[in-house]
Structure formats: structure tokens, C-alpha cells
């Protein structure tokens, strides 16, 4: 495929600027990859300025910049042509779309699978090898059920969505359109609720529902729990990594990113666009606002207002995270000179 086709598929995706570009060459292109390891006939991408310098060592035959007169200027002279846009990375990822699209099995429904008589299926479903299907469960149009999944009854999943190999979803269990359950991962089991007593632990049966809405992805080998009463309710386009915990009756906002290993114990709400980093951790019915970002590791045990950035364990401010981290590096230096004082004075005072 000619660079000048990408060129023309992709302006027809982009809908709010328009793409500039250097037109002396037309090389062909045969697929995408990343800028340090480019062959000829792929094409690339730099995001800024920190990454300019792989600009003239790399074989890519073309790139996509920002709009940065010096680095087209290095891609100009390095002989690579180039497209400019102002989301250099976003336009990547759909040049990848060019060349790659995922495995979609034919929509029919394997011999092996089991589905209960009141079940309903919507059209052009592919149901496959060894899936099992529960009573009075719903699947909406052009949905994807891949091998040894198993839905539990009461269970509604959308149009378009996609449930991936040996993932699990448990009663009262409502799954949106376009959404997209990987591998490993088991929506709406039971809660962690338990009562002690002075025998032992009572149960307290998970009664509730658990709620994904329209557009979610979840990652291969995370859990979403189902509360005791009520729900737990993830809104629309939220996406989930790989091994995150989603405790009992949480309530996560629309486009919030949460990486993997992070852990959200019951109750906990976060607003619209949070931002949880890896190994993220937040305490019983805590309250994220909008807009906040945690960076990895941290442990949050109190509310964060809305548009703070915060850090460490106990939680604070960024900021203020990196001056700590600052004096923290520095503590073994302070302790020698603070043992210096201690003799000098206690020499002074003897």
C-alpha cells in the first residue's frame, strides 16, 4: 500500500484537523512499527520532542510527527516522509487498524455448546466450543462468545460485545453494548461480605447486581464483585487492565483508566476520568472526584478532591510527594550529621 493511500484512509478518520505532510516521495508500506525497530516499508510514529533523536538513526520509510518544524526538519533530512498531526500517537493506533484487525469468529453457534431453552440470543451471535449458557439469559446482536465461557443465569450481555475465552460472568450480572470482558476475568461473583461473630464468620449473601454499562473493556484475569444489596456499577467507556480488583458495591464514573494489580475495596467511588496508576490502592468507601490521577503504588485512605494528582502511601500531594521522596533519599546523611551535633553538644556540656 502506497503512503499516499495511508495518507488518504487516514484523513477519513480524522475528524477534528486536518493532516499535513511532505509529499516528494510515495514509498510503499507494508506495515506499522515502533520507531526503534523499524524496517524499511513500515511506518512510524514520534510523540515529541524527547523522542527526536530516533529520528535519524531509524529505517522506518515514514513517520507521523507533531507539528514541530524542527522534527519534520530531521525527517526531511534523514530522507523519511512524513504526516503531521497534532495527536501523533492516536493517529498510530489508527494506522494500525489498517493492518490489523482482531480475530472475529463466523457467527454460528458450536455443537458443543450448552444453552438453556429460555435463554435468548440475539442475531448473528458466535457461541463457541464448550460455552454454557444459563436460564433466562440475554445476548444481544452480533455479540462474540468465545470457547468455555460460562454466564450464569439472569445475565444480560449487549449488542456487539465480546466475551473472551475462560472468562466467567455470574448472575445478575447486566453487560453493555460494545463492551469487551478478556480472558481469565470473572464479573459479578460474590462480594467479600462477611460478619463476625463470636463463633466464627456469619455470610452475608451478595443479593445485589453488578452493572457494566455501554463501551467498557475489563482485562484478562480482573474481578468485578457483586454487592449484598444494590450495585456495583461501572459507566460507560471505563477501562480496566489486567489483574484489578473491583470490590462489592463500587461506583467507577465514565473514561477512567485503571492499570493493573490496582485494588478498590467496597464501596469505593470514583468519579469521571480517573486515573488509577499500577498497584494503585483505595480504601473502604473513599471518594475519588473527577478528573484526579494516582500515581502507582499509592495508597489512598481518605477523599481526594476533584483534579488532584497524588502520591506515596499514605496518599499527598504530588508535590509534596516528591519533596518527602527528596528528603527520604537524604535521611542517612541527616542522621550522621545529626549524630556530629549530638557528640558536639553533649562534649560542650560535659
Known sequence: ????????QLGNAVTNHSLTTNTDQDPEIIGVAAIDEATIGTVSYVEGA????FI???NASALILPQDEKLQALAQEHGVVWLTTPEPRLLFAKAIAIFYQPYRPVAEIHPSAVIHSTAKIGSDVSIGAHVVIEQEVEIGNGAIIHPNVVVYPDVKIGDRTILHANCTIHERTHIGADCVIHSGAVIGAEGFGFVPTRTGWFKMEQSGYTVLEDGVVIGCNSAVDRPAVGETRIRCNT?????VQIGHGCQIGTGCAIAGQAGLSGGVKLGNRVILAGQAGIANKVKLGDGVTVSAQAGILSDVAPGEI?????AMPHKT???????????????QLLKQLQRKFNNSNG
Open 50 to 53: 524527547k523522542f527526536g533523536s
Open 1 to 8: 500500500m502506497k503512503f499516499s493511500e495511508i495518507i488518504h
Open 310 to 314: 497524588v502520591s506515596g502511601t499514605p
Open 56 to 58: 535519524g538513526k531509524t
Open 239 to 243: 477501562i480496566i487492565d489486567n489483574l
Open 321 to 335: 510527594y516528591l519533596k518527602a521522596s527528596a528528603i527520604y533519599r537524604r535521611l542517612p546523611d541527616m542522621y
